[in-house]
Nanobody, 127 residues
Framework: QVQLVESGGGLVQAGGSLRLSCAAS????????MGWFRQAPGKEREFVAA????????YYADSVKGRFTVSRDNAKNTVYLQMNSLTPEDTAVYYC????????????????????WGQGTQVTVSS
């Protein structure tokens, strides 16, 4: 049974930082690309960042480029999202997701391509 469990969300002031973690189990983690998506109240889910299954490629939405960093630790079956310079517009539920052996932006930025999803973690940025 595949599980993706996000953690690290919370309440932070604008300009602050958070690091989200997503611990994976039940799958060959090193063979899966990992993505982060978010959904704000009343809005559609949107792509945030992704890292290829080899770790050699990372992609970011324009809205987070330069502020967020995605990384992975295959020894810990965990993917991270370091979020800096947070703004209220970053407030959302953040989800991690896994897709088998993907590496292109078109694949990793499309939520429909992913095989597994976590339950999400709430990030709230106060002004």
């Amino acid at each position: 049974q595949v599980q993706l469990v996000e953690s690290g969300g919370g309440l932070v002031q604008a300009g602050g930082s958070l690091r989200l973690s997503c611990a994976a189990s039940g799958l060959a983690f090193s063979s899966y690309a990992m993505g982060w998506f978010r959904q704000a109240p009343g809005k559609e889910r949107e792509f945030v960042a992704a890292i290829s299954w080899t770790g050699g490629n990372t992609y970011y939405a324009d809205s987070v480029k330069g502020r967020f960093t995605v990384s992975r630790d295959n020894a810990k079956n965990t993917v991270y999202l370091q979020m800096n310079s947070l703004t209220p517009e970053d407030t959302a539920v953040y989800y991690c997701a896994a897709v088998y052996r993907a590496w292109t932006y078109s694949s990793l930025s499309a939520g429909g391509e992913y095989d597994y999803w976590g339950q999400g973690t709430q990030v709230t940025v106060s002004s």
